[in-house]
């Protein structure tokens, strides 16, 4: 050991100040980093939610309904591909994930199945060769039955797709809600993770991606009664749904009979903003010019007559048509609030989710409990260090002091890689850094432990040392890679705060290892060159 | 040179003759945590239940019954109120009816509408049913791929007796201090799972440095009986163990201590596994090496000379 060849120690002590170094910042507040120039290391510890406080909202895209739709989709294309060629049918529909169709004619059901197989598209993003995978599977059954399958493919593609215009239509609504850096991620396959750091309103956020934001205009049914209507029956062509506006016990204020087609689609909306209306919040909009051609036309066709702005299949409200409404844009007044109409327009600017989302996990933690959290995990921190280096130095003395200084370095490369890669820290990450403190010295222990038997033996000081290190090696590694498993897969398998801890106690032991073999023994052997001892002191 | 030492130098405990009286104690402490699971049952946390979580905090103490009133007036179900650090804390736990998805994310809201805006929300938890099973599922599938791949990396390193007690040792220690957090009522959640698998690790540690010594002292005094030699190994690390846990508990009751309150059923059981695990490092796991084949590929015939140089390591 006594040989260390020059770059060896260049080397670490190179990395032993980039760990100082970049640990520096953390010491400092951060109007104070903002201050000083570029080119010094500013970044500091990355806190987790359970640590600045914040939220994390874990939300589900509901993929029954994509798909249910995809199969809708898939009916209506077959009804207009029979149709074209004036094919008769029967039992047109969905059943068992499937599109079946039974074809009258026997004579036409070679045509039919040529026609229905002419509907397959190419998936795209499947494969290197264009077309190489299409979307359906056609199959023909016995008596004339036909059935259209979703290739596996086309069910991928389609939830990839599903996922992302949910990600992009949650951004927008969240950023115009005005909040600050939330994160918005996939994860797996049908779910979203939502994170909002600091003190904000989680619930407002689950109230803007709670809904699915589809707005409709359908005229209202007038043939109905109101008996029909108090009973759910609806008239041919017609549903009964319910107001948005709810009583104190949350039952609907009232019901509609309203007409099953849609008049114009929410989806030719391009802006829409809250306003005030004789002192009442109201929501004006502008359609694009096929909207406002459409609008113009259908309430021409129904002055006098009442229409539904039917919202996520509820009544926002069902005004009476006085004159054509040509100019493409309106106004909905309901029942609003002064904070519910500047979320509908947020919602219909944003435009409407692809399918329902729930929220299937949250978690909130209160600033004020995050920064208890780290007051007592620094504390405890505190405590820890001192106790762990008085039994130190008390067993140890001199070698103890190095251990102790030691053990500095290593914090310091620990917090230094902390903050350099912007790993998260949280609050059991504290406690890894905290259990790091007592299992560190381990390594120390191991070795002084060998150069004391080494000693005892008969040793002469250098050689007792370079056999201390030389044996306890091994030791070292095998007994720290072991724990390193156990860390590594605490880090695979879990989320948020326990994998923060995953992420220290693994630092925390490469660390301990690498401040124990290198620095550990740089510094006895600048110690050794300088004092010659001819007893160790151990 | 006056030193304050805990552990006398050169200590020559019989470990090996006393590893019955270990045997018996180690097996009653899992047998008393065994049973504290089957009558008691673990107390599961909202991360393996699923349901709702609330701590708040308000300027004056609570008036828990009035609240618990307040509350079961919402129709929630089950929901259990205690105080949490002190008179002024408050914690709610809704546990889940059914298997409804998003039902916990409106009992937040009908929680808090009544418990009403003006006190300080400190944690608020709503976990369902799908993240619930999904935590449990990968939770005890951590720990066992973790006591698995400790084990594997063992067998490796050293033989397959090391292999093998590494894996019932550290399952051992893994399962006692699970069996404590029945004995003490803890909270079972997802910090506990991290506290296990650092319990294994923290364990595996020990015991590798016991096995390390084994192994070089099978080859350094060939003509010793495994019971003498694994005495020897035991008392020669003795020294090391001890200190190391004894930082390392100093480390985790500062923890403890003054760490908080959401993290206190991690530390609490880090505590126990730290002490469970010094144990069985030095008197099961080394002891049990007497009940398996002897390790012979570390150990070549005896040859007659003494005090040879050993030879190198394999591997």
């Not at chain 2, 409106?106 to 999904?134: C, F, H, M, N, Q």
């Not at chain 2, 590798?208 to 192994?215: A, G, H, L, Q, S």
Request: glycine letters at 8%; hydrophobic letters at 50%.
């Amino acid at each position: 050991m006594f040989y260390f060849a020059p770059w060896r120690i260049v080397l670490t002590s190179l990395i032993c100040l980039a760990g100082v170094i970049f640990s520096i910042p953390n010491l400092f507040s951060r109007a104070q980093l903002d201050s000083l120039p570029d080119w010094l290391p500013t970044q500091q510890i990355n806190f987790g939610l359970d640590l600045r406080g914040g939220s994390h909202l874990m939300l589900e895209v509901d993929m029954e309904t994509v798909i249910k739709e995809r199969l809708e989709s898939q009916v209506d294309a077959v009804r207009g591909a029979l149709r074209a060629k004036q094919i008769g049918y029967t039992n047109l529909g969905v059943e068992a994930g499937m599109v079946r169709v039974d074809i009258r004619d026997a004579a036409k059901r070679e045509e039919a199945l040529r026609e229905i197989r002419a509907l397959a598209a190419p998936v795209s993003g499947a494969g290197m060769f264009v077309g190489a995978v299409r979307d359906i599977d056609v199959t023909a059954e016995a008596g004339g039955r036909i059935q259209v399958a979703l290739t596996a493919e086309a069910l991928a593609e389609r939830k990839r797709h599903a996922i992302a215009q949910s990600i992009e239509i949650i951004r927008r609504r969240i950023d115009e809600a005005g909040t600050r850096d939330p994160t918005i991620q996939r994860q797996g396959e049908d779910r979203i993770l939502v994170q909002l750091p600091g003190e904000q309103n989680p619930d407002r956020v689950k109230r803007l991606i709670g809904k699915t934001a589809k707005m409709v205009f359908r005229l209202v049914d007038p043939t109905a009664t109101p008996e029909d209507i108090a009973s759910g029956r609806a008239p041919a062509g017609s549903e009964i749904l319910e107001s948005d506006g709810r009583r104190a016990d949350g039952s609907a204020e009232q019901h509609y009979a309203v007409r099953k087609r849609i008049m114009v689609a929410g989806d030719t909306l391009v802006d829409a903003q809250p306003t005030f209306q004789q002192g009442m919040p109201v929501v004006s909009f502008r359609f694009d010019s096929a909207g406002a051609r459409r609008f113009g036309d259908a309430t021409k066709e129904n002055v006098g007559k009442p229409f539904a702005i039917v919202l996520d299949d509820r009544v926002i409200s069902a005004p009476v048509i006085r004159e054509p409404i040509l100019g493409g844009s309106g106004i909905i007044s309901g029942s609003f609030t002064v904070e519910s109409a500047r979320d509908l327009a947020v919602l219909l600017r944003a435009g409407a989710l692809p399918a329902p989302l729930r929220v299937i996990e949250e978690r909130t933690v209160g600033p004020s409990l995050g920064s208890d959290s780290i007051a007592a995990g620094r504390f405890a921190g505190a405590i820890a260090l001192v106790l762990v280096v008085g039994y130190m130095i008390a067993t140890y003395r001199l070698f103890g002091v190095l251990a102790t200084l030691a053990l500095g370095i290593n914090m310091a490369l620990i917090i230094g890689a902390l903050s350099l890669l912007q790993m998260t820290l949280t609050l059991p990450g504290i406690a890894g850094i905290v259990l790091t403190i007592g299992m560190a010295v381990d390594a120390s222990v191991l070795i002084f432990e060998r150069i004391r038997e080494e000693t005892r033996a008969g040793k002469t000081p250098i050689a007792a040392m370079d056999a201390g290190f030389a044996r306890a090696f091994a030791t070292i590694f095998d007994s720290n890679i072991t724990t390193f498993f156990a860390a590594a897969i605490l880090f695979a398998m879990g989320s948020g705060p326990v994998r923060g801890f995953a992420v220290t106690l693994g630092l925390g032991l490469i660390t301990s290892v690498y401040t124990a073999v290198e620095v550990t023994r740089l510094i006895m052997v600048f110690w050794y060159r300088r004092t010659r001892p001819r007893l160790l002191p151990v | 040179m006056a030193r304050f030492t805990l552990i006398k130098e050169n200590t020559n405990i019989d470990f090996v003759g006393k590893r019955l009286i270990a045997f018996v104690f180690s097996i009653l402490l899992l047998v008393v945590g065994g049973i504290a699971v089957a009558l008691k049952g673990l107390d599961f946390g909202i991360d393996f239940t699923g349901g709702v979580m609330i701590e708040v905090q308000a300027k004056k103490a609570f008036d828990v019954a009035a609240m618990r009133e307040k509350l079961a007036g919402l129709n929630l179900g089950e929901v259990q109120l205690q105080n949490f650090g002190g008179p002024n804390g408050l914690l709610v736990r809704v546990q889940p009816i059914g298997r409804a998805v998003d039902r916990d994310a409106a009992a937040v809201l009908r929680v808090k509408e009544a418990l009403g805006p003006t006190l300080d929300y400190r944690r608020v938890e709503a976990v369902g049913p799908a993240i619930s099973a999904e935590l449990l599922r990968d939770g005890i599938l951590a720990t066992v791929l973790a006591v698995l791949a400790i084990a594997i990396y063992v067998w490796f390193r050293f033989e397959w007796q090391f292999g093998l007690l590494a894996l019932v040792t550290t399952g051992y220690d893994v399962l006692a201090t699970l069996g404590l957090f029945a004995v003490f009522d803890l909270e079972f959640n997802i910090a506990a799972v991290a506290a296990l698998l650092t319990v294994a690790g923290y364990s595996i540690n020990d015991t590798v440095v016991v096995f390390d010594r084994i192994r070089e002292n099978l080859r350094k005094f060939r003509r010793d009986p495994l019971p003498r030699i694994i005495n020897r190994s035991v008392n020669e690390t003795l020294s090391r163990t001890i200190r190391t846990s004894s930082t390392t508990l100093l480390a985790v009751f500062a923890l403890l201590m003054f760490g908080g309150d959401v993290i206190l059923n991690f530390n609490a059981a880090v505590l126990c596994g730290v002490l469970i695990g010094t144990f069985s490092s030095i008197y099961v796991a080394a002891a049990l090496l007497l009940y398996l084949p002897a390790p012979k590929a570390l150990r070549p015939a005896a040859e007659p000379r003494e005090g040879e140089t050993p030879p190198k390591a394999a591997g």
